[in-house]
């Protein structure tokens, strides 16, 4: 009820209240005339009387009426004030949603400018290690043609030859190791912010897990062969991952029909958990038992590049922590894993160019070797006993398993 309408009642509570009051007063009036005409005071007692009785009920009716409506009006106000606040507390929540509204977008917005940041942050990194892996290749071509061409003895040249071989590998290894640093230590710095914007404790462990060569198939027969020989081993963690938990790189050899994940991506664009071993019924696999001490949300997404004849798998990119605290199930959002795609993208199109170079740095090496004037003993095969690795995935794993293969500790994909 607003102020207009209780003056309006307020008003016609005194209207009907001076009427009655007037109508008495004029009864009375006439009744004394009437008395005093013709002089029977007893009759204006009796008027006297009545006119009292009568005023003093009505006195006490509108007592009455007065306090019902009293009653009613405090209720009505009562009414007011509790829908008054309950609009004044609506307007509190609606400031706060905004508010909260307008840090989250600000939120959102400052981890989309740096998804935006990272992925052509990494473009331009695949580019340099690209440029430079190139560079390393054609200095490591010309050194070894100069060797084919002098005039040492042919098993010296040989050997010259093979600890070329080698020492580009080493460079490659390098300039692999600089570009998948600088991958996982920008997509960790990047996810973590997520985390930090929802206020998680915990962190995001990165991960490149490669495959032996690459996967592709024509038809479902070569995809059920391929899958079930393809090998996976982790090339790479970030720096934090690596140094602070015994989580291998390069000791184990993985399947990919054995972990779920793994399998999932091959006919899914993603592996997205964010509640692994909380129920009864969870069906995710994993080739290790230990697992669960080191991870319970994981992303997984495939490292790939579309060709005519289909995809061709260079591996997997992944990103996992161990969540004791947190009741959301969404850990890993649909931010996250955009992210993770764009990084999975741009580590794809670095190994497809590096095995096209290589394959062709590789090739020219052997025609050198071919080419090279040999003694009438000498071996007549093309790479003259040398081992040349053609295929730039399978150089790299076995270099990597190589490193790390002597080491005999507890592992977890």
């Known amino acids: 009820m607003d102020n207009e309408q209780k003056k309006k009642l307020k008003s016609s509570f005194e209207i009907i209240w001076h009427i009655a ?60 004030k509790d829908e008054l ?7 509190k929540n609606e400031r706060k949603e905004i508010s909260e509204y307008k840090i989250t977008t600000q939120d959102n917005i400052h981890f989309l400018e740096n998804g935006i940041e990272i992925s052509q942050s990494l473009n331009s990194e695949c580019v340099i290690q690209i440029n430079k892996s190139l560079s390393d290749m054609a200095k490591y071509i010309a050194k070894i043609s100069n060797i084919a061409k002098s005039k040492d003895a042919y098993t010296r040249k040989n050997k010259q030859i093979e600890d070329s071989i080698e020492e580009l590998e080493t460079d490659i290894k390098k300039r692999y190791n600089a570009f ?3 991958c996982t230590e920008k997509l960790k710095s990047t996810l973590d912010l997520s985390f930090n914007n929802r206020n998680f404790n915990f962190k995001n462990s990165i991960a490149i897990k490669q495959l032996k060569t690459a996967l592709f198939w024509t038809s479902k027969a070569s995809k059920e062969k391929a899958v079930s020989e393809a090998k996976i081993i982790t090339t790479f963690r970030d720096a934090h991952t690596y140094t602070q938990y015994n989580r291998e790189v390069g000791k184990k050899e993985y399947t990919i029909i054995g972990n779920t994940d793994f399998n999932h991506c091959l006919n899914k664009p993603h592996y997205r958990n964010n509640a692994i071993g909380e129920n009864d019924n969870d069906t ?49 959002d649909m931010q996250m894993l955009n992210i993770m795609k764009c990084a999975a993208s741009t580590i794809a199109m670095y190994f497809n160019v590096m095995e096209q170079h290589w394959g062709d740095a590789l090739n020219t090496i052997k025609d050198i070797i071919l080419y090279m004037k040999k003694p009438k003993n000498a071996a007549t095969n093309s790479s003259n006993g040398i081992d040349l690795e053609i295929e730039f995935l399978n150089m790299v794993y076995n270099l990597k398993h190589k490193s790390y293969n002597s080491i005999d500790n507890e592992v977890v994909s």
């Open 21 to 80: 009051s007037g109508t008495m007063n004029i009864i009375s009036f006439i009744a004394a005339i009437v008395s005093a005409v013709k002089g029977n005071f007893d009759l204006a007692w009796q008027v006297v009387v009545t006119i009292i009785a009568v005023d003093s009920g009505l006195l006490v009716v509108f007592a009455i009426y007065a306090t019902i409506l009293w009653f009613k009006i405090k209720k009505i106000e009562k009414q007011d």
């Open 85 to 91: 606040n309950k609009n004044l507390e609506n307007i």
């Open 284 to 332: 995710y696999q994993n080739e290790n038992s230990n697992f669960l001490s080191f991870y319970n949300r994981t992303v997984v997404v495939p490292i790939f590049v579309s060709e005519a004849s289909g995809k061709k798998y260079y591996g997997y990119l992944t990103a996992d922590t161990l969540d004791l605290e947190s009741a959301t199930k969404e850990v890993y």
């Open 180 to 182: 998948f640093t600088y």
